[in-house]
């Protein structure tokens, strides 16, 4: 079974980036989420949401941006 999640340690993998810049991304991506109203978990966030922001396009039935 696939993750829901991704954490900020795949986070820096799949972007090439530092471990400090994942963790601040997945914050920022986490602190939108819970301003919209959602439960979140420090560290991780939704996959669909983390490909919404960073590849720009809707992903069928997962998380929108209203």
Excluded: H, W
Aim: glycine share 10%.
């Amino acid at each position: 079974m696939r993750s829901q999640f991704i954490t900020a340690s795949e986070v820096a993998e799949m972007l090439g980036i530092s471990r400090s810049k994942s963790y601040q991304i997945v914050r920022d991506i986490n602190k939108e989420l819970k301003k919209k109203g959602y439960i979140t978990i420090a560290g991780k966030c939704p996959v669909q949401y983390f490909k919404q922001k960073f590849y720009g396009f809707q992903i069928p039935g997962g998380a929108s941006d209203d």
